[in-house]
């Protein structure tokens, strides 16, 4: 009938945290009239963290946030008889800006696989981590999606949470000419309150020099030839025909 006059700053009832950060809580709650409150933060089944308790406010402080962190925090308040109590879901994602892509580099004219793979990161469901292929700032057309996105552990190092590396590959139709400057893969993570992104250029190839048809470029090297023989001829004439006494005939 109170209303629950507790108050929890972040007020929203799940709360991100990126895996090792930190992260604070604070109740409050105030009591009609000369009433002390007594305000004190739990955990259920997780670890809860540093407590700070004091008249009508309880300050949880979690530091570098691990995965078993995650989990619901409790804060109950009394005043006198009545009791009330307040939950905060807590959330722990990894989300860094690792991404790879494949290929390298795009090929105009034939049909392509495209892969992007972003690393060490969690959770992975497909309400939380979305893929898209981007031409400018929009997405790219005529792509198709081969499959749901792959989903793999990483090999945790000693002391580190289990962390996964998720794959998302297209079938790219063949590329106009010329092709675009870069395509760019894009990964975004979506949680209450958190929404961040990261992406990666897929270059097209440089342009290489022009070609010449092949009719044009073999025309083209005859008329070399018959140029470097006519300089050959200028610069070289054939000796005149000379008679028994070494003078010239005539002509």
């Known amino acids: ?44 089944d997780t670890s809860l963290g540093a407590v700070q308790s004091d008249a009508g406010r309880s300050v949880l402080t979690v ?11 409790v804060c109950v308040g009394s005043c006198g008889d009545h009791t ?13 800006d690792q991404l790879s892509v494949s290929p390298a580099t795009l090929v105009p004219g034939v049909d392509q696989e495209v892969a992007c793979t972003a690393h060490k990161v969690t959770p992975v469901g497909p309400d939380t981590l979305s893929f898209s292929l981007l031409l400018g700032d929009r997405a790219l057309e005529g792509v198709r999606t081969l499959g749901p996105p792959e989903v793999e552990e990483e090999e945790p190092q000693e002391d ?10 297209w079938l790219l139709p063949p590329l106009g000419t010329p092709t675009p400057p ?5 990964a975004t993570m ?14 097209a190839p440089s342009p290489g020099p ?7 470029w073999m025309g083209s090297v005859v008329l070399a030839l018959l140029l470097l023989s006519f300089l050959a001829y200028r610069l070289h004439p054939p000796a005149s ?7 010239s005939s005539p002509s």
């Open 1 to 44: 009938c109170l209303g629950q006059p507790l108050q929890v700053e972040p007020p929203e009832p799940v709360v991100a945290v990126a895996l090792g950060a930190s992260l604070r809580l604070t109740c409050r709650l105030a009591c009609a009239g000369s009433g002390t409150a007594a305000v004190q933060w739990r955990g259920l």
């Open 63 to 73: 530091p570098n946030a691990s995965l078993s962190a995650a989990g619901p925090r």
């Open 84 to 96: 009330f109590q307040k939950t905060v879901r807590l959330l722990v994602y990894a989300f860094p």
């Open 160 to 169: 580190e949470d289990p962390l996964f590396h998720v794959t998302e590959r």
């Open 182 to 186: 870069a395509l760019h893969c894009q």
């Open 190 to 203: 979506r949680l209450p309150g958190v929404e961040l992104s990261h992406s990666r250029p897929i270059p």
């Open 210 to 216: 022009a070609q010449l048809p092949t009719d044009l």
């Open 241 to 247: 025909p000379r008679g028994p006494t070494g003078q």
